[in-house]
């Protein structure tokens, strides 16, 4: 069965930076659209980023552009999001979520949480 397994979260301070993995199984990574969704606490999901299958085309929300860097290695089945200059309000649960038929999120990950504090 489809299994998406994050990493990499942890406790960071503010203009630090984090490298999040999602190790993908239990389908053809390659075909998939691929992104991260974040929740900050309190809050409801927010979209992050989307990776084409073959990773040549991303899209962002405006708010982490020029900071976060999704890629993929898709020889090792796996997702990345590299986060720079991490703000406070960057502190969220950071899932990883796989785009099936129709646009819709339809596999997720645990989650990994990153918190941005001094």
């Known amino acids: 069965q489809v299994q998406l397994v994050e990493s990499g979260g942890g406790l960071v301070q503010p203009g630090g930076s984090l490298r999040l993995s999602c190790a993908a199984s239990g389908f053809t990574f390659t075909i998939y659209y691929m992104s991260w969704v974040r929740q900050a606490p309190g809050k409801g999901l927010e979209w992050v980023s989307d990776i084409k299958g073959d990773g040549g085309t991303t899209s962002y929300v405006d708010s982490v552009k020029g900071r976060f860097t999704i890629s993929r290695d898709n020889a090792k089945n796996t997702l990345y999001l590299q986060i720079d200059s991490l703000k406070p309000e960057d502190t969220a649960l950071y899932y990883c979520?796989?785009?099936?038929?129709?646009?819709?999120?339809?596999?997720w990950g645990q989650g990994t949480q990153v918190t941005v504090s001094s």
């Open positions: 979520a796989r785009r099936g038929s129709m646009w819709a999120f339809d596999s």
